[in-house]
């Protein structure tokens, strides 16, 4: 409509134009009207002009409007309110456009302002720089991955280490890299991805940094602690024992790479077996160590033919002296004789074992009274531990094992139990020693699902034939 208006507002000078030729003409031909020819040649003039003027005027507007909007300035007003109502549209649609400039420009900054903040709290480094190396952007982690406050220029990067800068440079898109450095006086270790993209005719560079020094002290951490499995592993018995008379095996799943458990048979020279199962407080590597420590006390007593009682007592002293005060360990130590079936037991603090006798078909739980090794010097602990002997037959069975059998929970926080645990017993005593420890470890597992193990799985099982 604007432009109709201003189609016609141009139709209507010409017209003007023509009229005002029209009458020069005709003046000329009648010399009588002079003063009227010069008044109506002024008028022609002045049409003339004013033409150019309004179309001048109209292109400037216009003109100033476009470049504006090329140089992202909108703090310019357009009316064109002076040059008439035919204009009035036009301004107004002027304005319009400008607003919605506006809007989008707004809008543009807080999706910028709302990125900004996103990069600037994630833990990963963002570092975006230009060909020259103009630092465009950096956020938090990034500065604090290379230990400073501000970075202008990818150059500054050199006063952190030599050639840092020219090895970040010279990267192509893809690229990934690994950067090692010193900062203050500790070896960083910073996996870089590099990519590139174009923004206004510019090209930027955006490197993504992480610091992989855990990861790489979770690997070699990973690596000790499979090297101490394997040692640990090679410390437990390399096969069961073969008694005359007796069907006897042992097993040990640690619930971590390492455990505390700890079980053993200690041959003697006399034909007699020792079989010790402990417990150490706690888990992973130092309760592993502590075990170790544990079976080189039990190995070293191995041919002094000493009652399980009276080494439990030694052990007692030496672990009390050796480890740290918030530290025991629960043991139970047997003494089988083969000739005699004579089974003699001291306990010290550990899970009751479980006897099982054929004559009465009776699955019970023995505990000869004691307290934990390491717990105090000497003098309780001597008072308060007993011991016991069994005479087994054929048929009877003699269970030691760890809490982290009866202590397996599933996804639903629910115990395998001692009852579950001994209606197991009770409903496999026909199979062999090594079967029962396996089957039993199958349905502990398939109890707890796909829940890991809170604890170590440790048993020594004893059939009379």
Same mark, same amino acid.
């Given at each position: 409509?604007?432009?109709?208006?201003?189609?016609?507002?141009?139709?209507?000078?010409?017209?003007?134009?023509?009229?005002?030729?029209?009458?020069?003409?005709?003046?000329?031909?009648?010399?009588?009207?002079?003063?009227?020819?010069?008044?109506?040649?002024?008028?022609?003039?002045?049409?003339?002009?004013?033409?150019?003027?309004?179309?001048?005027?109209?292109?400037?507007?216009?003109?100033?409007?476009?470049? %504006?909007?090329?140089?992202?300035?909108?703090?310019?007003?357009?009316?064109?309110?002076?040059?008439?109502?035919?204009?009035?549209?036009?301004?107004?649609?002027?304005?319009?456009?400008?607003?919605?400039?506006?809007?989008?420009?707004?809008?543009?900054?807080?999706?910028?302002?709302?990125?900004?903040?996103?990069?600037?709290?994630?833990?990963?480094?963002?570092?975006?720089?230009?060909?020259?190396?103009?630092?465009?952007?950096?956020?938090?982690?990034?500065?604090?991955?290379?230990?400073?406050?501000?970075?202008?220029?990818?150059?500054?990067?050199?006063?952190?280490?030599?050639?840092?800068?020219?090895?970040?440079?010279?990267?192509?898109?893809?690229?990934?890299?690994?950067?090692?450095?010193?900062?203050?006086?500790?070896?960083?270790?910073?996996?870089?991805?590099?990519?590139?993209?174009?923004?206004? %005719?510019?090209?930027?560079?955006?490197?993504?940094?992480?610091?992989?020094?855990?990861?790489?002290?979770?690997?070699?951490?990973?690596?000790?602690?499979?090297?101490?499995?394997?040692?640990?592993?090679?410390?437990?018995?390399?096969?069961?024992?073969?008694?005359?008379?007796?069907?006897?095996?042992?097993?040990?799943?640690?619930?971590?790479?390492?455990?505390?458990?700890?079980?053993?048979?200690?041959?003697?020279?006399?034909?007699?077996?020792?079989?010790?199962?402990?417990?150490? %407080?706690?888990?992973?590597?130092?309760?592993?160590?502590?075990?170790?420590?544990?079976?080189?006390?039990?190995?070293?007593?191995?041919?002094?033919?000493?009652?399980?009682?009276?080494?439990?007592?030694?052990?007692?002293?030496?672990?009390?002296?050796?480890?740290?005060?918030?530290?025991?360990?629960?043991?139970?130590?047997?003494?089988?004789?083969?000739?005699?079936?004579?089974?003699?037991?001291?306990?010290?603090?550990?899970?009751?074992?479980?006897?099982?006798?054929?004559?009465?078909?009776?699955?019970?739980?023995?505990?000869?009274?004691?307290?934990?090794?390491?717990?105090?010097?000497?003098?309780?602990?001597?008072?308060?531990?007993?011991?016991?002997?069994?005479?087994?037959?054929?048929?009877?069975?003699?269970?030691?094992?760890?809490?982290?059998? %009866?202590?397996?929970?599933?996804?639903?926080?629910?115990?395998?139990?001692?009852?579950?645990?001994?209606?197991?017993?009770?409903?496999?005593?026909?199979?062999?020693?090594?079967?029962?420890?396996?089957?039993?470890?199958?349905?502990?597992?398939?109890?707890?699902?796909?829940?890991?193990?809170?604890?170590?799985?440790?048993?020594?099982?004893?059939?009379?034939?």
């Amino acid at each position: 409509m604007a432009f109709n208006r201003f189609r016609w507002g141009i139709i209507s000078r010409i017209t003007g134009i023509g009229l005002s030729l029209f009458l020069i003409f005709f003046l000329v031909l009648n010399t009588d009207y002079v003063f009227l020819l010069i008044f109506i040649i002024f008028v022609f003039v002045f049409m003339v002009f004013n033409l150019i003027h309004y179309q001048e005027v109209v292109n400037r507007e216009i003109a100033r409007f476009f470049r %504006s909007i090329e140089n992202d300035d909108f703090t310019q007003t357009f009316s064109f309110n002076k040059y008439g109502s035919a204009f009035r549209e036009l301004s107004e649609s002027f304005s319009q456009v400008t607003e919605r400039f506006l809007k989008l420009r707004a809008e543009k900054e807080e999706n910028f302002q709302y990125l900004q903040t996103i990069i600037q709290h994630i833990e990963t480094g963002v570092i975006a720089f230009r060909s020259g190396g103009e630092i465009e952007l950096i956020n938090s982690a990034a500065k604090r991955l290379f230990g400073i406050t501000q970075l202008r220029h990818l150059d500054m990067l050199d006063n952190i280490a030599k050639e840092l800068a020219h090895t970040i440079k010279s990267l192509k898109p893809g690229e990934k890299t690994l950067l090692k450095f010193e900062k203050n006086g500790i070896m960083m270790h910073i996996a870089v991805n590099t990519t590139r993209f174009k923004l206004l %005719s510019r090209t930027y560079t955006l490197l993504s940094l992480q610091d992989i020094k855990s990861e790489i002290e979770r690997e070699r951490m990973a690596k000790e602690l499979e090297i101490a499995r394997q040692i640990q592993q090679r410390l437990f018995p390399h096969e069961n024992p073969q008694v005359p008379g007796f069907d006897i095996a042992g097993l040990c799943i640690p619930a971590l790479e390492v455990g505390g458990d700890y079980f053993d048979f200690i041959p003697d020279e006399k034909g007699k077996l020792g079989l010790v199962i402990g417990d150490v %407080s706690g888990k992973g590597l130092p309760a592993s160590i502590y075990m170790t420590l544990t079976k080189g006390i039990f190995q070293s007593h191995a041919n002094e033919n000493i009652h399980p009682k009276i080494l439990l007592s030694r052990i007692n002293r030496f672990i009390y002296q050796s480890v740290e005060k918030n530290i025991f360990i629960t043991l139970y130590f047997a003494v089988l004789d083969p000739q005699s079936k004579e089974l003699t037991l001291a306990r010290a603090g550990h899970l009751p074992a479980l006897y099982y006798q054929k004559e009465k078909n009776q699955l019970a739980a023995i505990e000869p009274k004691g307290i934990g090794v390491g717990l105090e010097r000497g003098e309780i602990f001597d008072k308060n531990i007993d011991s016991l002997s069994i005479h087994m037959k054929p048929g009877d069975w003699l269970i030691f094992y760890t809490d982290g059998f %009866s202590e397996a929970r599933n996804k639903s926080n629910q115990e395998y139990g001692d009852k579950r645990l001994q209606e197991f017993i009770k409903n496999h005593l026909t199979v062999s020693s090594a079967a029962l420890i396996d089957q039993l470890v199958q349905d502990v597992l398939t109890f707890t699902a796909s829940t890991s193990l809170s604890d170590d799985m440790t048993m020594i099982a004893i059939r009379a034939k």
